[in-house]
């Protein structure tokens, strides 16, 4: 009995031992599991370590030239959110400055401005920004509407300042309000997406790299590897494990530096609990690589799982609800999405992470997980079953041609 | 994501007043196109641990004896809570929560004013003086498809015609037949490429087509520029990528390699092409990096000229770096011979 077990370990430790020669000799393999997990957080988060679109340069046409425009403007160009870098006669010349790449916007204050605000009556002003992305209007709207607040109240106090009644003031605003946010509260960028960039690394370069490991034992015909250690006892799940291992001893490293190292590096929210951290993890690599397994075996060649798994990386960052509300994404898409690991994994980490949450309040994505892990590992059982079948009817029959 | 902006968006209402006045708040919230009053909450605490299990994007809190402090002109205070961990349920729940405060408190205001006799335009003219009025210029219904697709699409395009493009001449040395090719072309690396090039170009920009016909014709999103200036820009979208391709492994010539080196690639320019997080507000060496992207340039071009609809003279220097692109293999084409002449597939 102590013999099996003993024989069994040593079996595994083999196959772990040769899979991690395989990840460290193949360049592909190389790049994708220890390269890309490496370098690519670190690019990510200097891409988005700015957080915030700051400062977006616009002008201002004054048709008003008035102290109470000019403070206006004033309070723009003071604002976080808004740089005035100059002033345009009329719209033309404001499009103009868009056109040429110079402004992303403008704002357009009327003849009338003080005359009505002095009148009591109300005074818009046009924002007009230009939709290349998104943030240029966020950040106009939001600087322009911080000014405009605060120079309402101020007006409003003046106003009232003469009237001595007291529910003048309170006719003003019946009710007061104030914001507290929560999490990320700078509304930062890279605080927002790299945890969701890291999951996502992590399953990615898993299917790419075990993925690229399979389609080149297939091409070579070393799957007869496989079916000499199957004939030994229990030889399917020594295969699975061992290689498992193998991953998951790399991965638990690589995670570390991402959920440790990359958010000190560069100064990133992060609330979690180590031991919640690794709580989720845990199950997180585990399905990843016997998802990337499982679907190894489709792989008939090296190249091939660079062409199919790339192209899921972006799409599965929209359906994971992470940038698109999970709860607008439509049901079609919310059901695939649930075949990937990275899907839970990364509503769970963000919450984790960026939110304070402990496991058991991500409790519906740890379970996710381990009945991912559970499944994907049945699949990847059966899939190396089929292989080590497929080889050795290909022995008896083709009488030993290992390159096709 | 077809419906541009999302509905019904999750939030809470924490009601420690329990008062006509308070239900009118969460009635008018709930009315709100964009948000779901998902449940009322009996504390803040038991609020915030809905935020961070997913079931809520954020709440909002009315505070004990509101209904009195409003009746009694003692001005009582809401308090919205909002989670930025996801920027866009948050940004949008924080402006529909914040508008639906504002309408129930202006109504209030409202009704006082206009029954001491002000005008609409006095009452509103004292509520708030000074409104700004948004013009999302040629997307104003702020439609996420339109600022997404149109960047996203044409992104995984480029990365697929990179990728087949490195694989078609990457299989001629995987399969030992590259000098067989070079023959059939009469050893010339121009014609022997064009021709197994040119066939990628036609199905690919026929794809292209389609997908502007789709987004532009279909989807009627906003393609001010015309149509035949987007189909310039799609083929050169197409050559670019092509080109990409060609250098990668002209640079790289293992195809396993240069396979991984423009998927590397591609997947950066999504992010690296500024159409999400501007690249003004990048590091500078962020930006200089981005001039090589492809992507880059597609995307300044087509926010210049199909959705503002600019003449073509505005995106010169963005067509400039692309013909750049476009015409760097006829450089390196002397040493893709070499390379081919000499390869062997090292797996």
């Known amino acids: 009995m102590r013999n099996t077990i003993l024989q069994g370990l040593n079996e595994l430790i083999h196959i772990c031992q040769m899979e991690l020669k395989i990840i460290f000799h193949d360049e592909g393999v190389f790049i994708f599991c220890i390269l890309v997990p490496l370098g690519y957080p670190l690019l990510y988060s200097y891409i988005y370590v700015t957080e915030l679109m700051r400062d977006v340069p616009v002008t201002v046409i004054d048709d008003s030239k008035t102290a109470l425009s000019r403070e206006f403007i004033r309070n723009l160009d003071a604002s976080q959110w808004i740089k005035v870098v100059g002033y345009s006669d009329n719209i033309p010349d404001a499009r103009q400055h868009i056109k040429e790449q110079q402004t992303y916007g403008f704002f357009r204050i009327p003849s009338d401005f003080s005359n009505r605000i002095v009148k009591g009556e109300q005074v818009s002003v046009g924002l007009y920004s230009d939709m290349s992305a998104m943030l240029y209007y966020k950040g106009m709207f939001i600087g322009a509407t911080d000014v405009s607040l605060d120079m309402n109240k101020k007006i409003k106090i003046e106003r009232a300042g003469k009237a001595t009644d007291e529910d003048e003031k309170m006719v003003v605003s019946p009710i007061k309000s104030r914001e507290v946010a929560l999490f990320n509260p700078q509304q930062g960028f890279a605080s927002f997406l790299i945890p969701a960039i890291l999951v996502l690394v992590i399953q990615q370069t898993l299917l790419l790299g075990i993925g690229m490991a399979g389609g080149t034992a297939a091409e070579k015909g070393e799957y007869s590897e496989l079916v000499a250690t199957s004939r030994r006892n229990r030889g399917t799940l020594h295969i699975i494990f061992g290689r498992a291992f193998a991953y998951f001893s790399i991965y638990a490293v690589q995670a570390a530096f991402m959920v440790c190292v990359v958010p000190k590096l560069f100064g990133l929210t992060q609330l979690s609990q180590g031991l919640d951290l690794m709580l989720f993890l845990i199950p997180y690599l585990l399905s990843c690589i016997f998802f990337s397994m499982a679907l190894s075996i489709l792989m008939r060649n090296r190249e091939m799982s660079i062409l199919v798994f790339v192209f899921t990386s972006v799409p599965l960052l929209f359906v994971s609800g992470i940038s698109w509300p999970g709860s607008a994404v439509p049901p079609f898409w919310k059901g695939v999405s649930w075949l990937f690991p990275s899907t839970f994994g990364i509503n769970g980490f963000v919450r984790i992470n960026t939110m304070g949450a402990t496991i058991s309040q991500v409790a519906v994505e740890w379970r996710a997980l381990w009945l991912q892990a559970v499944a994907y590992f049945v699949l990847a059982y059966m899939s190396c079953r089929t292989i080590i079948y497929r080889e050795r009817r290909k022995d008896k029959t083709e009488l030993r041609e290992p390159f096709m | ?347």
């Open chain 2, 1 to 347: 994501m077809h419906q541009g902006l999302p509905h019904d968006l999750p939030i809470g209402v924490v009601d420690l007043d329990n008062s006509s006045n308070s239900r009118t708040i969460i009635r008018t919230l709930d009315a709100m196109d964009l948000l779901k009053v998902e449940e009322v909450y009996h504390s803040q605490s038991e609020a915030r641990d809905a935020v961070q299990r997913n079931k809520i994007y954020g709440f909002i809190s009315i505070p004990s004896g509101f209904s009195a402090s409003l009746q009694a002109f003692r001005r009582p205070t809401v308090t919205y809570y909002t989670s930025y961990a996801l920027l866009v349920p948050g940004s949008l729940t924080y402006g529909a929560m914040r508008k639906a405060v504002e309408l129930v408190s202006g109504a209030a205001v409202r009704s006082q004013l206009l029954a001491r006799g002000a005008t609409e335009n006095q009452a509103l003219g004292f509520i708030q003086p000074i409104v700004i009025e948004p013009h999302a210029t040629f997307n104003p219904t702020l439609n996420y498809s339109i600022y997404l697709c149109n960047t996203l699409i044409p992104g995984v395009m480029m990365l697929l015609i990179s990728l087949m493009t490195v694989y078609s001449i990457g299989s001629e040395v995987k399969f030992n037949t590259a000098r067989y090719w070079l023959e059939k072309g009469n050893h010339s690396i121009l014609l022997s490429l064009g021709a197994k090039e040119l066939p990628y170009t036609l199905a690919f920009f026929a794809i292209g087509f389609f997908c502007d016909y789709y987004l532009y014709g279909v989807m009627k999103f906003p393609s001010n520029g015309g149509f035949l200036p987007m189909l310039f820009l799609t083929l050169c979208m197409v050559l670019a990528a092509q080109a990409l391709g060609i250098i990668f492994f002209s640079l790289i010539p293992t195809l396993r390699l240069a396979l991984s080196m423009s998927c590397l690639w591609g997947v950066v320019s999504f992010s690296i092409c500024g159409f999400t997080f501007p690249e003004i507000a990048m590091n500078g060496p962020v930006q200089a990096l981005s001039y090589l992207f492809p992507l880059r340039h597609y995307y300044l071009i087509y926010a210049s000229q199909t959705l503002d609809g600019n003449s073509m003279i505005y995106s010169w220097s963005s067509y400039m770096f692309l013909f750049i692109f476009i015409l760097l293999p006829f450089i390196f084409m002397m040493r893709l011979k070499r390379e081919l002449i000499h390869s062997f597939y090292i797996p």
